[in-house]
């Protein structure tokens, strides 16, 4: 390498290494690690982050690209240098001979000619990738793959220490997406107070959102766009554009006019044009309806989205389906509260299941370790492999005297699959091996937990108020 570009090199990781120890913002740092490495190399870079569905990456960060190319959309992560979620670099030196580019075309009008995508690693997971962008042919040394890695590796301390604790700690299936990293690194700069409104609800909700992410061209003359429309924002999750208006009816038809014809040229786009008063109705149809209030008890927060748990449920499902191959389990579950996550998995489960239901109540209120079993199984277990479904591991002494309860029965096997490990609560040792989330202690209701029987059919887990947190055990 040459003494020039070693030493612009080590100019930049030092100016890495004093920002990434800075107090600055998470967005303060990740730009200037991107503009650094920009000028260490002498190209355009761009910091991507994978959505919750790790499906799509989304732009979190860029410099010395044209504001059109960051513009084209949300990355597919299967068609756009997806052998960089393997954990391997992944050097392209011609964009337009290579298929694993998804936007050629529009890599050319921005005069690029070769891309570097190396891959940025939080907790052992793959969150994203820093990309290098060059405007003549470039033939990547492994010194540029290097420095670009040691790039990626400071962004990944900085987001680490960043971060609230309650996100680092939570299991890899949540550390992996880029919500929580678009949210502590974004900033937008809102056209209308409007648009402000509907962000905050939809970080409220978990939700992710992308600002003005893509522009569509509508009408052409020659060979020059006269004519084009940027939705508002883009929800990756949902795969769905948002435009939002307001009720001035020359802007509704103006609008009105542009979707219509957005949608006959781009068939495959779904989009939605939105009044502030609908947004409650947009987010009950996608399954975050506002149920936050009721009897005067609030959701504080959005722990888990409705997104995120499918993804986690489908998971696990994946892992049962693999591990009880021929083996026709029976899932037992203890009502009521596990009705929703139960219902689930066995959907997303590809073997023969049985499936029975028990139901539990307490001799004391006071002593949650004096358990009566009201309703039993109607199918005899023995010799059957059993898998016992719980919504939430607290204390773990009612599922320690269920557990005993089953083992009398004489199954071939007994494992247990929970939804929620509450594990600061534990006071009996279970075995848990099939785990979705780990917990903090708080009081949480939503997809089948309830507080005074309320909050069964929210599609999220939130955390109650500070009234629901003081009724006791979960």
């Given at each position: 390498m040459a003494a020039g570009k070693e030493r612009s090199y080590y100019r930049a990781l030092r100016r890495a290494t004093a920002v990434v120890e800075s107090s600055k913002e998470l967005k303060q740092v990740l730009d200037t690690l991107v503009r650094t490495t920009a000028r260490a190399m002498q190209a355009g870079v761009s910091l991507v982050v994978l959505d919750s569905s790790r499906t799509k990456l989304v732009h979190c960060?860029?410099?010395?690209?044209?504001?059109?190319?960051?513009?084209?959309?949300?990355?597919?992560?299967?068609?756009?240098?997806?052998?960089?979620?393997?954990?391997?670099?992944?050097?392209?030196?011609?964009?337009?001979?290579?298929?694993?580019?998804?936007?050629?075309?529009?890599?050319?009008?921005?005069?690029?000619?070769?891309?570097?995508?190396?891959?940025?690693?939080?907790?052992?997971?793959?969150?994203?990738?820093?990309?290098?962008?060059?405007?003549?042919?470039?033939?990547?040394?492994?010194?540029?793959?290097?420095?670009?890695?040691?790039?990626?590796?400071?962004?990944?301390?900085?987001?680490?220490?960043?971060?609230?604790?309650?996100?680092?700690?939570?299991?890899?299936?949540?550390?992996?997406?880029?919500?929580?990293?678009?949210?502590?690194?974004?900033?937008?700069?809102?056209?209308?107070?409007?648009?402000?409104e509907f962000a905050s609800i939809l970080d409220f909700y978990n939700i992710e959102w992308v600002y003005e992410p893509r522009s569509f061209p509508l009408e052409w003359q020659d060979d020059r766009i006269i004519d084009m429309f940027t939705p508002d924002f883009y929800l990756p999750g949902l795969d769905l554009y948002v435009e939002l208006t307001t009720m001035k009816q020359s802007l509704v038809t103006d609008k009105n006019r542009k979707i219509r014809r957005l949608r006959d040229m781009y068939p495959d786009i779904k989009i939605t044009l939105l009044y502030k008063k609908d947004f409650d109705r947009l987010l009950a149809k996608y399954g975050f309806g506002l149920l936050a209030q009721s009897k005067g008890r609030s959701i504080s927060r959005v722990l888990y989205s409705?997104?995120?748990?499918?993804?986690?449920?489908?998971?696990?499902?994946?892992?049962?389906?693999?591990?009880?191959?021929?083996?026709?389990?029976?899932?037992?579950?203890?009502?009521?509260?596990?009705?929703?996550?139960?219902?689930?998995?066995?959907?997303?489960?590809?073997?023969?299941?049985?499936?029975?239901?028990?139901?539990?109540?307490?001799?004391?209120?006071?002593?949650?370790?004096?358990?009566?079993?009201?309703?039993?199984?109607?199918?005899?277990?023995?010799?059957?492999?059993?898998?016992?479904v719980e919504d939430v591991v607290d204390t773990g002494m009612t599922l320690h005297y269920m557990l005993n309860y089953l083992r009398s029965k004489q199954p071939a096997s007994l494992a247990v699959c929970v939804l929620l490990d509450k594990?600061?609560?534990?006071?009996?040792?279970?075995?848990?091996?099939?785990?979705?989330?780990?917990?903090?202690?708080?009081?949480?209701?939503?997809?089948?937990?309830?507080?005074?029987?309320?909050?069964?059919?929210?599609?999220?887990?939130?955390?109650?108020?500070?009234?629901?947190?003081?009724?006791?055990?979960?």
């Open positions: 960060s860029h410099w010395g690209l044209p504001h059109a190319y960051i513009q084209k959309g949300v990355l597919e992560a299967d068609k756009s240098l997806a052998e960089v979620l393997s954990g391997q670099p992944v050097a392209i030196p011609d964009v337009q001979k290579d298929s694993r580019v998804q936007y050629p075309d529009l890599a050319a009008r921005a005069n690029i000619v070769s891309i570097l995508g190396v891959p940025m690693v939080i907790n052992g997971i793959i969150a994203g990738t820093i990309r290098i962008y060059t405007r003549e042919s470039t033939d990547f040394s492994k010194q540029d793959i290097d420095f670009v890695g040691t790039m990626a590796k400071m962004a990944a301390i900085a987001i680490n220490c960043t971060l609230p604790q309650t996100v680092v700690h939570r299991e890899k299936s949540r550390t992996e997406s880029g919500l929580d990293i678009l949210k502590q690194a974004r900033t937008a700069n809102f056209a209308h107070t409007s648009e402000a409705a997104a995120e748990i499918q993804q986690r449920v489908r998971e696990l499902g994946a892992q049962l389906s693999l591990d009880y191959a021929d083996k026709h389990p029976v899932m037992v579950g203890v009502l009521r509260g596990v009705f929703c996550f139960m219902a689930d998995l066995v959907r997303f489960m590809n073997v023969p299941v049985g499936v029975e239901f028990m139901s539990i109540s307490y001799y004391n209120s006071q002593d949650s370790s004096a358990v009566k079993i009201t309703k039993d199984m109607d199918t005899d277990v023995f010799g059957k492999h059993v898998i016992m594990r600061a609560r534990r006071l009996v040792e279970v075995p848990l091996n099939y785990v979705g989330f780990q917990v903090p202690d708080t009081f949480m209701v939503g997809y089948g937990l309830d507080y005074g029987e309320e909050y069964r059919n929210l599609p999220f887990i939130g955390i109650l108020g500070a009234e629901g947190e003081a009724a006791g055990l979960q």
